[in-house]
């Protein structure tokens, strides 16, 4: 489908709703935040999804909607494929038919990882490839190859924390799994593993940031065995792929250069000759990036129309 107006696009997480009234050319045109009742079930969510995206779409204007929401989306069944317990009950929700039977509109939906990575597919040009790592609370990503988004079967493509890494060996995983990157790369899974190291829990990776940059040696550990166990599988990736930009976006790469240098370096060592000069790269779009990409979905991947009356 071919996209001439303002679209509405939500973003949808574990905490936090966003909503964005987009016009064609990326411009947010009106914004609106709500959290998410992630304990209260599906149908909550998607009532509070509809109500988000009410709020700036006004009414009037708007013909369609693109929601990128957590989990594993299959933008072709218009379903939320498997999920974690952020949300409660999330899994085996028809997002698509759902939201489109309380808004009144035809929805695309799709991983909200994917969708975040969309502005970046565009920026690297034509027929272009690339990898999108997100690594925050947990480890998610996105593949495009010639120009295309890959979504895989349900929609699996691109969940790069369920890789496995040799740094996680044994750890359990929140998909169930053992041994996944998501373990030990992921923000808790570093703050867990420096709780391991010292026999000293802590809530929040910050804190192991704070101690590491005093020169404490556990939480040194803990990071940059975090960031190289990220780098190798990246650098894996790379040689699988080809990709012409690979992004590292999300919270845990905010944390600092200790973090950053450890990544860069051990994608470096895993790379074939072909890519020697291929480096990791931050994000070029900032907090407005998932709902843009969920704006987008409509002219990207199907449509799901409402229920007539």
């Not at 006004?58 to 013909?63: L, R, S």
């Amino acid at each position: 489908m071919t996209v001439t107006g303002s679209t509405i696009g939500l973003d949808l997480g574990g905490t936090k709703i966003a909503a964005a009234l987009v016009a064609p050319d990326g411009t947010v045109l009106a914004r609106h935040t709500r959290p998410t009742p992630a304990g209260d079930g599906p149908e909550a969510v998607l009532d509070a999804l509809a109500a988000a995206a009410r709020s700036v779409g006004g009414g009037t204007g708007p013909g369609v909607l693109g929601v990128a929401a957590a989990g594993v989306i299959d933008p072709v069944t218009g379903t939320v494929t498997s999920a974690t317990d952020s949300i409660r009950g999330w899994a085996g929700t028809a997002l698509a038919a759902g939201l489109a039977a309380r808004t009144g509109l035809p929805v695309a939906c799709d991983n909200d990882v994917r969708a975040t990575a969309a502005p970046e597919l565009a920026a690297a040009g034509a027929g272009a490839s690339l990898v999108y790592a997100a690594i925050g609370t947990g480890v998610g990503g996105a593949v495009a190859v010639g120009g295309r988004m890959v979504h895989g079967t349900a929609g699996i493509a691109g969940h790069l924390g369920h890789v496995p890494s040799p740094e996680a060996a044994g750890l359990p995983c929140s998909c169930g799994g053992t041994g996944h990157l998501e373990a030990v790369a992921s923000g808790p899974g570093i703050a867990a593993l420096y709780g391991r190291l010292t026999g000293r829990s802590v809530d929040r990776l910050e804190a192991v940031a704070q101690r590491a940059a005093s020169g404490e040696e556990p939480a040194v550990r803990a990071i940059v065995t975090g960031a190289v166990a990220a780098g190798r599988v990246l650098g894996g990736l790379a040689n699988t792929l080809g990709p012409d930009r690979v992004v590292v976006g999300g919270g845990v790469p905010h944390i600092g250069p200790l973090y950053w240098d450890a990544l860069t370096e051990a994608f470096t060592a895993e790379l074939m000759p072909p890519l020697a000069r291929l480096r990791p790269s931050k994000p070029l779009f900032g907090a407005d990036a998932a709902v843009i990409g969920a704006a987008r979905l409509p002219s990207q991947v199907p449509l799901h129309v409402p229920p007539q009356s």
